[in-house]
């Protein structure tokens, strides 16, 4: 059975860092596009960053340059680095998968696969 499971959200102040995982059981993260979501309160779900299954990265604006997506293959996880966190970054965030060998798109209907979701909360 396919499964995500995030985890390293928490309660930063601003301006500090968090690493969020999402490790994979019964999926290969090497043959996946991989990426991360994330849904604020009274918020619609948005797009933060994918990576292809060749390296190729994409991310949100509002994240360029402060946030960075990676994958370990040999433990079947990807992360999300993500410094300088801002109060607005506080969301709850989710990893997502899918199969194909397009690039990285921002449509959460793309994804196929879904973790449940860790909360990162950035206090100021």
């Known amino acids: 059975q396919a499964q995500l499971e995030e985890s390293g959200g928490g309660l930063v102040q601003a301006g500090g860092s968090l690493r969020l995982s999402c490790t994979l059981s019964?999926?290969?993260?090497?043959?996946?596009?991989m990426a991360w979501f994330r849904q604020g309160l009274g918020s619609e779900r948005e797009f933060v960053s994918g990576?292809?299954?060749?390296?190729?990265?994409r991310y949100a604006e509002s994240v360029e340059g402060r946030f960075t997506i990676s994958r370990d293959i040999d433990k079947n996880t990807f992360y999300l680095q993500m410094n300088n966190l801002k109060p607005e970054d506080t969301a709850l965030y989710y990893c997502?998968?899918?199969?194909?060998?397009?690039?990285?798109?921002?449509?959460?209907?793309?994804?196929?696969?879904w973790g449940l979701g860790t909360q990162v909360t950035v206090s100021s």
């Open positions: 990576l292809t299954q060749y390296g190729g990265t």
């Open positions: 997502a998968a899918r199969d194909g060998f397009l690039g990285v798109t921002v449509a959460g209907r793309d994804y196929t696969y």
């Open positions: 019964g999926l290969t993260v090497g043959n996946l596009l």
